[in-house]
């Protein structure tokens, strides 16, 4: 068991709470996703109940973690000290003989463990699964995962799925994926960051999260309605109470002081008036307040994006892909006209991202097209000593600038974080900002290597919608399985032997 009391961190730089004397308790059993938008305090909260420390640089924080359990913790990002290592140095002090059922499920041979290959070469998805394997084998009593599906492979995913979903520990995870958390969580912790982040909430129901969703939405509507229906009565009410007033305060004014006892009269009936407006304004103050959420994100390119359809956008072949001496696949072919949206998938490792990078540098120059470019390192495309303000007035006039300040009101940024260094933002801000340049760029054509990966569960519907509306082309690697449902009209799956069509 778990227990969080009185949980309160605030940043240090501007003194935002992001938890305020929160408590939860994680019981056996427990499936518990953190979700909430980019920047609320998920990561940082998960760091916390793993060790204080890991936050202590750039959080004030108060309150208890009670538990005798053994703690295993997945970061969102495997910490760069790493990348010198080998897997062999990694994996030096783990008992692999008595985990091979581990590394069999997550397709880790022990040749591959105890290889000399660094893990900064690994692919994302393969230093996921490392990670997980590593955790896995120290055998924890409970699993604190940070976005585990990052830059997973679908079966993969499938297995990590059957894993939480089926696994005797409690599990507290954060993750944008809605289909993991539809099938895994039986606990939402919601956190919101209300009134431009003024104020926060944390809510907890132990229900599935189709369920929550629709538990949310009903009990919104129920409340607005009600405090409407207040108000609504109230208006009428005080309307009724103006016309006897004003009755009463005209015949007041007229009557003669020769009729002192109607006089008397209406002095009582002045009285029981102005008693009625009390009355109605002491209701006033219990009235229910009109419920408030964080909205998802504002996402939306320009209706006047469109490609031709017998448009040329990529005609692309090569005998081979290869990292280094190392060849991954042969004899690829992808051909894009129009206002395709392609999907490409395949397995950990591939080369799915090494393949984007050698389409985007075929796109990048052309002069018939605009592409825009969202790698899954978004430091190759952002300078992270830039502010928001400064990265995108490098690029637009001061009217776009404006117009970027006002999409960042939409994106849930506040104004220290449009101002504060892009580097010190969540990923999710990172994606936000990547997001932003191709809308202002009026891009027809999209290179997106894991575009929905860093969106909030909340936001993911609009961004996908987003995508799914847009006129130009959308040539995309993607493992999240709602995206590559609704989004892509073509799917490619990568191997050895090179690219080809799945059905859908």
Same mark, same amino acid.
């Given at each position: 068991?778990?227990? !969080?009391?009185?949980?309160?961190i605030?940043?240090?730089?501007?003194?935002?709470?992001?938890?305020?004397?929160?408590s939860?308790?994680l019981?056996?059993g427990?499936?518990a996703?953190?979700i909430?938008e980019e920047?609320?305090?998920?990561?940082?909260l998960l760091?916390?109940i793993y060790?204080?420390?890991?936050?202590?640089d750039?959080?004030?924080c108060?309150? #208890?973690?009670i538990?005798?359990?053994?703690l295993?913790y997945?970061p969102?990002?495997?910490? /760069?000290g790493? #990348?010198?290592?080998?897997?062999a140095?990694?994996?030096?002090?783990?008992?692999y003989?008595?985990h091979?059922?581990?590394?069999?499920?997550?397709?880790l041979?022990?040749?591959?463990?105890?290889?000399?290959?660094?893990?900064?070469?690994l692919?994302g998805?393969?230093?996921?699964k490392?990670?997980?394997?590593?955790? !896995?084998?120290?055998?924890?009593?409970i699993?604190?995962?940070?976005?585990?599906?990052n830059? !997973?492979?679908?079966?993969?995913?499938?297995?990590?799925?059957?894993?939480?979903?089926?696994s005797?520990?409690?599990?507290?995870?954060?993750?944008?994926?809605?289909?993991l958390?539809?099938n895994?969580?039986n606990?939402?912790?919601?956190?919101e960051?209300?009134?431009?982040k003024?104020?926060c909430?944390?809510?907890?129901?132990?229900?599935?999260?189709?369920?929550y !969703?629709?538990?949310r939405?009903?009990?919104?509507?129920?409340?607005?309605?009600?405090?409407?229906?207040?108000?609504?009565?109230?208006?009428k009410q005080?309307?009724?109470?103006?016309?006897?007033?004003?009755?009463?305060?005209?015949?007041q004014?007229?009557?003669?002081?020769?009729n002192?006892?109607?006089a008397?009269?209406?002095?009582?009936?002045?009285h029981?008036?102005l008693?009625?407006?009390?009355?109605?304004e002491?209701?006033?103050?219990?009235?229910?307040?009109f419920?408030?959420?964080?909205?998802?994100?504002?996402?939306?390119?320009?209706?006047s994006?469109?490609?031709?359809?017998?448009?040329?956008?990529?005609?692309f072949e090569?005998?081979?892909?290869?990292?280094g001496?190392r060849v991954?696949?042969?004899?690829?072919?992808?051909?894009?006209?129009?206002n395709?949206?392609?999907?490409i998938?395949?397995? #950990?490792?591939a080369?799915?991202?090494?393949l984007?990078?050698?389409?985007?540098?075929e796109?990048k120059?052309r002069?018939?097209?605009?592409?825009?470019?969202?790698?899954?390192?978004?430091?190759?495309?952002?300078?992270?000593?830039?502010?928001?303000?400064?990265?995108?007035?490098?690029?637009?006039t001061?009217?776009?600038?404006?117009?970027?300040?006002?999409?960042?009101g939409?994106m849930k940024?506040?104004?220290?974080?449009?101002?504060?260094?892009?580097g010190?933002?969540?990923?999710?801000?990172k994606?936000?900002?990547l997001?932003l340049?191709?809308?202002?760029?009026?891009a027809d054509?999209?290179?997106?290597?894991?575009?929905?990966?860093?969106?909030?569960?909340?936001?993911?519907?609009a961004?996908?919608?987003?995508?799914?509306?847009?006129?130009? /082309?959308v040539?995309?690697?993607?493992?999240?399985?709602?995206?590559?449902?609704e989004?892509?009209?073509?799917?490619?799956?990568?191997?050895?032997?090179g690219l080809?069509?799945?059905?859908p």
């Amino acid at each position: 068991m778990l227990e !969080l009391k009185n949980i309160t961190i605030s940043l240090k730089k501007d003194d935002r709470v992001l938890t305020d004397h929160f408590s939860f308790t994680l019981l056996p059993g427990d499936k518990a996703v953190i979700i909430g938008e980019e920047g609320n305090g998920k990561s940082t909260l998960l760091q916390f109940i793993y060790q204080k420390r890991l936050i202590a640089d750039y959080c004030n924080c108060s309150g #208890n973690v009670i538990t005798k359990a053994k703690l295993a913790y997945l970061p969102q990002t495997m910490d /760069a000290g790493c #990348n010198p290592l080998s897997l062999a140095e990694y994996f030096a002090d783990s008992e692999y003989y008595m985990h091979t059922d581990i590394l069999n499920k997550l397709g880790l041979s022990v040749e591959f463990l105890f290889s000399e290959q660094k893990l900064g070469t690994l692919s994302g998805g393969e230093k996921v699964k490392v990670q997980l394997a590593k955790l !896995l084998m120290e055998e924890p009593d409970i699993l604190l995962l940070d976005e585990p599906t990052n830059d !997973l492979d679908i079966p993969t995913l499938q297995w990590l799925e059957n894993l939480i979903a089926g696994s005797t520990l409690p599990i507290l995870y954060i993750s944008h994926d809605e289909t993991l958390i539809e099938n895994t969580a039986n606990v939402i912790v919601h956190m919101e960051q209300l009134i431009r982040k003024t104020k926060c909430r944390i809510t907890v129901s132990r229900c599935p999260y189709r369920e929550y !969703l629709s538990r949310r939405q009903d009990a919104f509507s129920h409340q607005e309605q009600v405090a409407k229906k207040q108000r609504d009565d109230y208006e009428k009410q005080m309307e009724k109470w103006r016309q006897i007033y004003n009755r009463v305060d005209h015949e007041q004014a007229v009557i003669s002081r020769q009729n002192p006892g109607g006089a008397r009269l209406l002095k009582k009936k002045m009285h029981a008036a102005l008693s009625m407006k009390k009355r109605f304004e002491r209701e006033k103050e219990n009235f229910l307040d009109f419920p408030q959420q964080e909205d998802a994100i504002l996402a939306k390119f320009d209706d006047s994006i469109r490609l031709p359809a017998g448009k040329t956008v990529l005609d692309f072949e090569a005998d081979r892909l290869m990292i280094g001496e190392r060849v991954l696949s042969r004899s690829l072919k992808l051909q894009i006209t129009g206002n395709a949206h392609v999907g490409i998938i395949g397995r #950990n490792g591939a080369g799915k991202s090494t393949l984007l990078s050698l389409l985007w540098n075929e796109l990048k120059d052309r002069r018939d097209i605009t592409a825009a470019y969202m790698p899954q390192n978004y430091a190759e495309a952002l300078d992270f000593s830039m502010t928001p303000v400064e990265y995108l007035a490098a690029h637009y006039t001061k009217a776009e600038v404006t117009k970027a300040r006002t999409y960042m009101g939409g994106m849930k940024f506040t104004h220290e974080e449009m101002t504060g260094k892009i580097g010190s933002l969540s990923g999710g801000q990172k994606a936000k900002i990547l997001f932003l340049e191709m809308v202002l760029r009026k891009a027809d054509v999209l290179v997106l290597d894991e575009p929905t990966r860093n969106f909030s569960p909340l936001s993911s519907p609009a961004v996908r919608t987003a995508l799914l509306r847009f006129g130009g /082309a959308v040539i995309s690697i993607s493992h999240d399985r709602k995206y590559l449902d609704e989004v892509c009209d073509k799917i490619y799956e990568l191997r050895e032997d090179g690219l080809f069509p799945v059905a859908p």
